[in-house]
């Protein structure tokens, strides 16, 4: 793989998130790349999910389809947090109407038998790296690339849940009846983490995101047994490998207001917080030692676009002054309007630099 690139033209959001100032707020969307734009349905229409996933060329089109119609100042690579699991062995499918699904899912730990450790990330997961590099070249230096994963606990739950649920009752009965066994797994999901992270940097990702999504059915005690320390493991062992300042890390776990500032210091270097906590009750939380990003409402972009660009100001304006990455609160929803989604992204540069 060629990884001498192209120079940067627009590095905003990697000054904010190594602590400096910025004349203007960066802003990028979690699922930028997606099924709310007509382009990406296009796409869809004539491959599987994660056929586009593991051919680098689908991949690095649909990543830079945002990039052609808003005036963003990241991409992030088109792929899952799910590609993990299938690593170490599970089908997963991803059914329309219903989202991911395991036909075979975790029922007890002697089902840990049946998984891969320890993995190859180079050969299971090397078509990932792949769409890295080619991204990179395509992107031409005009925004950096974000690259990412799922965070231990996240991908248990899948693991054990069978997809998604509003209660994870499956995989928290595991931390409570087999403690042990549940650290056996977020230990070995940790391992693969940092190894898969290392390899989309060596690839040519600029800023690294761990989405804790399932953090917000967890309670503070369990967060802090079954979460905290799984993700300070993959941040400060990817920063041992690359070096504490090769990439800039951003944690998102979605639900942990409670945690924020355990979070915030744990080694990364951005904090990203969902639309459930006000701007500045999550930025006196976490203080000015670290970069915040969030975290409008993805439902507000439902709303009048002058009303969705009003509660962007309100959003900053609470934010204050400190270091910020805009962004939702969470993923982009499949049927908003795209127009919806430039009123934010545009409102977030023009105030920002008044």
Known sequence: MDTTFPPMKNDLILRV??????????????????RYLPEFQEVRKEYDFFTICRTPGLACKITLQPLDRFDLDAAIIFSDILVIPQAVGMEVQMVPGKGPTFPSPLKNPDDLKKLTFPVDVNKELGYVFEAITLTRHRLNGRVPLIGFCGAPWTLMSYMIEGGGSPTLSK???????????????????????????????????QLLQVFESHAGLLGPESFSKFCLPYLEQICKSLKQRLGDKAVPMIIFAKGANSCLHQLANIGYDVVGVDWT??????????????????NLDPCQLYARKDDIARATRTMMDKFGRGKLIANLGHG????????????????????SQH
Request: charged share 25%; net charge negative.
């Open 17 to 34: 998130a190594c602590g400096e100032e910025t004349d203007r707020t960066p802003v990028w969307v979690m699922r930028q790349a997606g």
């Open 171 to 205: 995989a928290k009965s595991w931390l409570y009846r087999y403690p042990e066994n549940s650290h056996q797994l977020l230990k070995a999901l940790t391992e693969v983490s940092v190894d898969y992270l290392e390899g989309q940097v060596k690839a040519g990702a």
């Open 277 to 294: 906590i006000d701007p500045d009750k999550a930025r006196s939380l976490i203080g000015d030692s670290v970069a915040l990003q969030g």
């Open 332 to 351: 982009i929803y499949p049927d908003v309007n795209p127009d919806h989604l430039k009123i934010f992204i545009d409102t977030v540069h023009s105030y």
